[in-house]
């Protein structure tokens, strides 16, 4: 009997590592697990389970055995808006979810009232990022909860609209916070607070630093770079170092970005260089240089600022990966581009990684490369998860399967633009109508 229960335990107990935020352990979009599959077998991917959910943009985060999300359902007394860019109030709630990895099964579910005035208004955006026992989740009008990752009870709340006196960005809060130390960073917006440092556990200020008429939308990050710790913040005004413990500002450089719109994750690149890339204005790479305090300069920088006429990678929301100098990353109308480091120049573009025939204005798909095989996993809006060979000689597409299905429409197109989590071997990708989890084990 002993034996058997343990038997039984082992098949339905996640095992492998977590992903416990945007872009997994370390934010950068490896994935480091062993014994995953090369190719899918006939018919695609073992569906692990499959569970109910609400709206939202918001990825999974993958811990401890379980799975966090977060939706949102408007009031049964609200329509639908017609267009994505309809501003126009509409009462809702937004939840915070936490599901058994192994099943699906709800543990607990957190809903609070959440009425939204931005455009694309389906749902939350932010990753959840789950810390030493606790929930972290930003809502898309600036609803900031900390949980206990096990029984979803508030620890702390913060309310940004409120509290500091703000109007929603157009796109609502989208940036992820970033845990580092005893400090949870988020993009919050203001005079003063477009970055502000909490405490984790209390939720009480530790610093706030940066100004700008918009906030953005790009998640924070740390890298050492020049030999300094510095977290960088790309706001729609300028790129900036700064000091992580304190908010101090270490450099400044000017990236002037049309509608706000600053999105992907900067990247780092060996020899202390930062990547940026914008929808309209392009891409550029930073130079980050050893002095008291660090400086930047710019080393190259995309000659056009078009959204159409595009020389460089022109991204909208996916943050690029970079493998041995060479940047790929998806162009602002569904071309995925691989580019040199070094100058910018485009060496090859293909449009079979987002599906698209032609251009389409943000076709979307999301890069994730794993570390042992090489591969990437790209998820595309059409809700394909794709396992591809990048390399300067090109796209070599080697398995394909259909994972779930688009829920929304965008431009003209159906549409799923969630980021999908990769833990215990298998893949966790949802829409605005349910979650789902497939095995991605050898």
């Not at 009232?113 to 955006?125: F, K, L, N, T």
């Not at 101090?248 to 890339?277: C, H, N």
Request: a neutral charge.
């Amino acid at each position: 009997m002993l034996s058997l229960l343990l038997s039984l335990l082992m098949q339905t107990a996640p095992t492998g590592q977590d992903w416990p935020q945007w872009l997994g352990p370390q934010r950068d979009g490896i994935w480091r697990e062993t014994g995953i599959i090369d190719k899918f077998p006939e018919g695609g991917p073992k569906l692990v389970w499959k569970q109910p959910l609400g709206a939202g943009y918001t990825g999974p985060a993958v811990a401890m055995g379980k799975v966090y999300v977060c939706d949102r359902y408007l009031k049964p007394t609200e329509t639908k808006p017609k267009s994505d860019f309809d501003r126009q109030k509409r009462q809702g709630t937004e939840s915070i979810l936490c599901l058994d990895a192994a099943t699906g099964k709800e543990i607990w579910k957190y809903t609070y009232e959440c009425a939204y005035d931005i455009s694309y208004s389906a749902g939350p955006r932010c990753t959840p990022i789950v810390h030493q026992g606790k929930v972290y989740c930003l809502g898309a009008v600036g609803d900031l909860f900390c949980l206990d990752a096990e029984k979803g009870t508030v620890l702390w709340e913060k309310h940004f609209p409120k509290q500091y006196g703000l109007k929603s960005p157009l796109w609502g809060w989208s940036a992820s916070p970033l845990i580092d130390g005893d400090k949870l960073i988020c993009i919050v917006g203001g005079k003063d607070s477009v970055a502000i440092a909490f405490n984790k556990d209390t939720g009480s200020e530790i610093w706030k630093s940066l100004t700008a008429a918009e906030p953005g939308y790009c998640p924070p990050v740390i890298y050492t770079l020049a030999g300094t710790r510095q977290l960088i913040i790309w706001h729609p005004e300028a790129v900036n170092g700064l000091n992580p413990e304190t908010g101090e500002v270490y450099w400044s450089v000017p990236f002037k970005i049309q509608s706000a719109l600053s999105i992907p994750m900067p990247r780092q690149l060996p020899g202390d260089r930062l990547f940026i890339t914008a929808f309209y204005n392009g891409p550029m790479m930073l130079q980050v240089k050893a002095a008291s305090p660090p400086t930047a300069e710019i080393i190259w920088k995309g000659k056009s600022n078009s959204e159409v006429r595009t020389d460089g990678l022109h991204s909208i929301m996916p943050t690029p990966i970079i493998v041995d100098d060479y940047i790929y990353g998806i162009c602002s109308h569904g071309q995925l581009r691989c580019l040199k480091a070094a100058t910018g120049e485009r060496v090859w573009e293909t449009f079979q990684a987002t599906g698209v025939k032609r251009q389409e204005r943000w076709a979307n798909a999301f890069l994730v490369r794993h570390e042992e095989s090489k591969n990437f996993f790209i998820f595309n809006e059409k809700g394909d998860l794709i396992i591809a060979r990048l390399s300067p000689k090109g796209y070599e597409e080697i398995s394909k399967a259909h994972l779930i299905d688009p829920t929304q429409v965008a431009m003209g197109r159906d549409i799923v633009w969630t980021h999908p989590a990769f833990a215990y071997r298998c893949v966790f990708v949802r829409n605005d109508k349910e979650i789902a989890c497939y095995s991605l084990a050898k």
